[in-house]
């Protein structure tokens, strides 16, 4: 006979899927916020440098 594994009881399922779906929303967050930040520390980048050639 196959191994299966116990069942979980259903308030531990709930708050199990509950932890999973808010780590999938932050990560959905993370991945739309990545580029935003990337850009702003390139223009960071390009104006620190701009004032070290200005100087």
């Known amino acids: ?10 308030e531990r399922s709930r ?3 509950q932890i999973l ?3 999938a929303g932050a990560r959905a967050v993370h ?11 390139e223009l960071r980048q ?3 440098t701009r004032r070290r050639v200005a100087s």
């Not at 991945?31 to 520390?41: G, L, Q, T, Y």
Request: net charge positive; charged share 45%; aromatic share 4%.
């Open 46 to 48: 390009l104006i620190a």
């Open 31 to 41: 991945r739309r916020e990545r580029p935003r930040r990337a850009r702003s520390e």
């Open 1 to 10: 006979m196959a191994w299966t594994p116990p069942r979980l009881d259903p």
């Open 21 to 23: 779906a808010e780590l």
């Open 15 to 17: 708050r199990r899927l």
